[in-house]
């Protein structure tokens, strides 16, 4: 008997009818995500930092090319767990978006701005590997929560870091930032974070920036703090923020002030509360939400 290696195409289509047996139609358009595990994208000072890619896909386009998020994780700017948010950012992948979540150099290897140079290094190689990954390297976004959400701000905002860049020749601009939660002020007592190291050493804010204690130092905090390095110069890409009504960890009061800064100097920002929603959780994934934030994409990528 001869064997046969079938395509899809000429495969012939079981079509006998069972009794009792139901057939549910499909269109080979429904959406899947694929997962490829820890791609390094940068080694820095002995340090290996990795990409956990998700990938859409459906059987009438199994190699879709699609716009890329490029999200943060966040973890107070300690070392993170990358996989924390893999099963909710997987709703944008089944909207049609390359997901890329960003391992960052943690505070306890690397100071500020360390953790925005990575993040825009992992933009470059998103886009230096747009064919291996199905990107459509004009259409990419940054994205990130908590810290990774300070991060995405800053990543999407500075165009500076020539020396930074490990890609030469590669863009690390992106065409919006998406904001959750973000720890993005330390300029108002007990905003980021609610907590009683608010600015000492030993807080997040204090061992990112060095171990210093900021309480004292109004330079340091201006140039953490992602208001106070926005003015009517600064060139940004449209922004979406939500933030939750009852944050235990980042006040919701950070995000406004950031709001208030961006709308003030002109720039193209949207802020979403999410009612009763803490630091994070189910909240800022329902459909309402994953919709709110794909007509935001649609709109960064038609600009």
């Not at 046969?4 to 139609?25: A, C, D, L, N, S």
């Not at 890329?100 to 590997?129: K, L, T």
């Not at 939750?244 to 100097?265: A, F």
Request: glycine residues 8%; negative net charge; charged residues 25%.
């Amino acid at each position: 008997m001869e064997v046969k290696e079938w395509t899809y195409e000429e495969i012939p289509e079981f079509t006998e009818e069972i009794e009792g047996v139901q057939v549910i139609q499909t269109t080979g358009d429904e959406m899947g995500v694929s997962y490829i595990h820890n791609v390094e994208y940068a080694e820095i000072d002995s340090v290996r930092l990795h990409l956990q890619i998700l990938l859409p896909f459906s059987r009438n386009n199994p190699e879709m090319v699609c716009p890329c998020i490029v999200f943060v994780q966040g973890s107070a700017w300690l070392p993170q767990d990358v996989f924390h948010q893999l099963c909710r950012v997987s709703k944008l992948a089944e909207r049609g978006y390359v997901v890329a979540v960003v391992e960052y150099r943690h505070s306890g290897i690397a100071p500020f701005p360390a953790q925005i140079m990575d993040a825009r290094n992992a933009v470059r190689f998103m886009r230096a590997h747009a064919a291996e990954y199905h990107v459509d390297a004009e259409n990419i976004v940054i994205a990130g929560d908590s810290s990774g959400g300070h991060t995405a701000m800053f990543a999407g905002m500075i165009h500076d870091d020539v020396e930074n860049n490990l890609f030469p020749g590669i863009s690390a601009e992106v065409k919006g930032i998406i904001n959750y939660y973000g720890s993005c002020s330390v300029m108002n007592e007990d905003s980021n974070p609610i907590q009683v190291l608010h600015c000492q050493p030993d807080s997040p804010e204090g061992l990112v920036m060095g171990r210093v204690d900021l309480r004292d130092n109004l330079e340091l905090k201006k140039k953490l703090s992602v208001e106070c390095n926005i003015t009517e110069e600064t060139v940004m890409p449209p922004t979406i923020i939500f933030h939750g009504t009852k944050d235990r960890l980042v006040n919701c009061e950070g995000s406004v002030i950031l709001y208030r800064q961006m709308k003030k100097c002109g720039k193209d920002v949207q802020l979403y509360f999410i009612k009763g929603g803490d630091h994070g959780g189910a909240e800022f994934w329902t459909s309402q939400v994953v919709d709110i934030v794909d007509d935001f994409l649609k709109y960064c990528f038609r600009r």
